[in-house]
Every structure is written in structure tokens, then in C-alpha cells.
């Protein structure tokens, strides 16, 4: 079983900037495709960014140009880089590991945008 630990949320005010950490657990991390996901209250859980093997990144068009998503294969951690946040951005951020038809979630770490 992978486990899989956020840290890294609070509150920030608008403007301000949070940089998320997810540790994976397993020799095989440097395999995993990652993802960050969210869920803001009342709305369904959405992909935020993602980052494969080959450390190519996608992101929600609605972070592009604010998060920057990246990976530290040899702290079998990866980043989330969240700069320029909005209220809207006020979620639970959940970290999901994935190989092949497996995937591990963590618990998710609140992220509050308010002044």
C-alpha cells in the first residue's frame, strides 16, 4: 500500500502565495504519474495539475500561469507552486499517485484564500 501525505495549506490572503508538498511512500515513485486535485465546498472534486515520469505538466486553465506543478523523484515528493491565489481558489487539495490501473490519494490539506 502507498501512502501518500500532504502538507503545505493554510490561509494566505489574496495575492498571496502557498507552496503545497505531497511525500509518496514506495521505491517505485520516480513511476508515478501526480496529480493535485481540489474540492471547494458544495462542488465536485476537479484536477488542478498533473505531472507524469517524464515530468511533462498539465494544468486547469483556471490555474495556468498562477500554479507551477513539480517533482523531486529522489524525495519521492512532488510540489505544488501556488502563486497569485483567489478566494475562489479556497479548497481541500488532495494528492493522487498513479500506476497503471493503481492510484493513492492522500487526506487532503485545506487551503484558505481570505483577507
Known amino acids: 500500500q502507498v501512502q501518500v501525505v500532504e502538507s503545505g495549506g493554510g490561509l494566505v490572503q489574496p495575492g498571496g502565495s502557498l507552496r503545497l508538498s505531497c511525500g509518496a511512500s514506495?521505491?517505485?515513485?520516480?513511476?508515478?504519474?501526480m496529480g493535485w486535485y481540489r474540492q471547494a465546498p458544495g462542488k465536485q472534486r476537479e484536477s488542478v495539475a498533473a505531472i507524469t515520469v517524464g515530468a511533462w505538466t498539465d494544468y486547469a486553465d483556471s490555474v495556468k500561469g498562477r500554479f507551477t506543478i513539480s517533482r523531486d523523484n529522489a524525495k519521492n515528493t512532488v510540489y505544488l507552486q501556488m502563486n497569485s491565489l483567489k478566494p475562489e481558489d479556497t479548497a481541500v487539495y488532495y494528492c493522487n499517485a498513479r500506476f497503471g490501473q493503481r492510484e493513492y490519494w492522500g487526506q487532503g490539506t485545506q487551503v484558505t484564500v481570505s483577507s
Open positions: 514506495g521505491s517505485l515513485f520516480n513511476l508515478y504519474v
